[in-house]
């Protein structure tokens, strides 16, 4: 069971770069969220989606992009990166999981993005 | 309780020792609840949720009690482990219509088990 994964794991890039960070998961869960975390903020959410080509902005969509043309793969982009997007970024998944109330979040292990 | 600042609220227990973390949330429409668990470099690990409509929900060593009176969610670590020391925090969400998956974060709790 994979669960839920994330791409690069560490990533270091200079401001103006487009950067994507990927997300995937094996659970065919419908609901899907990124997050970015700082100290003093904890959890922010970024965008999230509730199926296939449906997706919303959450708490500080600025400067990101999402896509979801499959249920499993959440990509999020930072179409020109700056040093404040230099945080640690968390995909999460919900949906119906066997024992488990559906509204659970899984997070995956994270992506360090560091922008010089 | 949810941090002020740059500086997590912290709780230093004895290993064997049961822990109690707190959260107060502010929503009272809110309908579900949860508590994650994270350590140094990892992602946030699910410990235990529970709705709206329960008091108390348990799990292997854990215990989530909610108080809708005062708004009020604890975490009840039993014999607490070394391996329990991380930063835990609480999670809401809030019922509304449509979007009603998504969660607000607490800012967390760090825990240090001392042996």
């Known amino acids: 069971d994979a669960g839920i994964t994330q791409s690069p794991r560490y990533k270091i890039t200079e401001t103006g770069r487009q950067v994507t960070l990927m997300c995937h998961q094996t659970?065919?869960?419908?609901?899907m969220f990124w997050y970015r975390q700082d100290l003093g903020h904890g959890l922010r959410l970024i965008y999230y989606s509730a199926a296939a080509d449906i997706t919303d902005k959450g708490e500080v969509p600025d400067g990101y992009v999402v896509s979801r043309s499959k249920t499993e793969n959440f990509p999020l982009t930072l179409e020109s990166a700056t040093r404040s997007q230099t945080s640690v970024y968390f995909c999460?998944?919900?949906?119906?999981?066997?024992?488990?109330?559906?509204?659970?979040?899984?997070f995956g292990p994270g992506t360090r993005l560091l922008v010089l | 309780g949810e941090s002020v600042g740059l500086h997590l609220p912290t709780l230093s227990v004895q290993e064997g020792d049961n822990s109690i973390i707190n959260c107060a949330y502010s929503n009272s429409a809110s309908d579900y609840f949860i508590w994650y668990k994270q350590e140094s470099g990892k992602g946030p690990q699910f410990i235990i949720d529970?709705?709206?409509?329960?008091d108390k929900r348990q799990g292997q060593r854990v215990t989530v009690l909610l108080n809708k009176t005062v708004k009020h969610l604890s975490l009840q670590i039993a014999a607490t482990q070394p391996g329990d020391s991380a930063v835990y925090f609480c999670a809401e969400k809030r019922s509304s219509g449509g979007s009603n998956y998504k969660l607000t974060f607490g800012k967390g709790t760090l825990l240090t088990v001392n042996p």
């Open positions: 999460a998944s919900s949906g119906p999981t066997s024992g488990r109330f559906q509204e659970t979040q899984y």
């Open positions: 529970i709705r709206s409509n329960m």
């Open positions: 659970w065919s869960h419908s609901y």
